[in-house]
């Protein structure tokens, strides 16, 4: 999206925030596992850091994609100072054909960008073309089902939301990061109900989804307490929904 043009190095800088390695990348990639020689589409891919992940760890083939120049410009950046494979591209993924056929499709922060249900079955047509027959997809994603007194939460983490309730669908979310020097900045997503996610899903050919709870690593405890992840863990800011291709 547009907006992440203006604030690609600061979408950058917020992986320092605890919540984004110790309980989102922890949970994320160990739900993917081994994907030594598996074929990746990582869409919404920022500035990169699962794409080059995955080819350290063996994937045979990875394609970053994501809307946003700035943030591709970042990855490629990386690339270039360490090269690892990876290929990038500039793409709207509402609008993506197929560029291959691939083991997995994961994202990061995609789907909480569709305002409506027709803008999100074609986020998810394009994730279903570059599959290969009975291929996962594995997407991180803003919790839907997070309760709206709870939103405030969120903030000792570096998180913030809010929106004007009640909540319907189409309802834009503003979620803000909070960078540790005490910077902020802020996205707009979009609320729409779990049960219009599990039924788009199903209509663009996929299994019935499974929302997985973000965990907490054993050194993001050591580091920071489990007091500290409490209501983290109660709330469930994030969540990640995990299928695959009928």
């Known amino acids: 999206m547009a907006e992440y043009d203006t604030i690609a190095n600061l979408f950058q800088a917020s992986r320092n925030l605890p919540f984004r390695w ?3 990348a922890y949970t994320y990639l ?8 598996l074929k990746i589409l990582d869409l ?12 350290q760890q063996g994937a045979a083939q990875v394609v970053g994609v994501d809307i946003s120049p700035e943030m591709i410009a970042l990855a490629r950046a990386a690339e270039i100072q ?3 494979g990876v290929e990038y591209l500039v793409a709207d993924v509402t609008e993506l054909g197929k560029i291959g056929e691939f083991d997995l499709v994961v994202s990061s922060y995609l789907v909480n960008h569709a305002p409506d249900r027709p803008t999100l079955l074609k986020m998810l047509q394009a994730i279903a073309r570059n599959l290969h027959p009975q291929g996962r997809t594995i997407n991180i994603t803003n ?4 309760a709206p007194e709870t939103f405030n939460i969120c903030a000792p983490y570096g998180f913030t939301k809010t929106a004007q309730l009640p909540l319907t669908e189409g309802t834009p979310l503003e979620v803000g990061f909070i960078l540790p020097d005490g910077t902020e900045f802020k996205v707009i997503d979009f609320y729409l109900s779990p049960r219009t ?3 788009t899903f199903l209509q663009a050919g996929f299994a019935p989804i499974d929302w997985i709870d973000p965990e907490v690593s054993p050194e993001g405890i050591q580091e920071w307490g ?3 992840w409490q209501d983290w863990l109660t709330h469930k800011p994030i969540t990640i929904i995990s299928t695959q291709l009928i």
């Open 22 to 24: 110790h309980s989102e």
């Open 30 to 37: 160990n739900l993917i596992g081994n994907v030594t020689g």
């Open 44 to 55: 919404a891919c920022g500035e990169g850091v699962y794409s080059r992940y995955f080819k």
């Open 82 to 84: 360490n090269p690892f």
């Open 143 to 146: 919790n839907l089902g997070q």
């Open 197 to 199: 996610y599990e039924q």
């Open 226 to 228: 489990e007091s500290y």
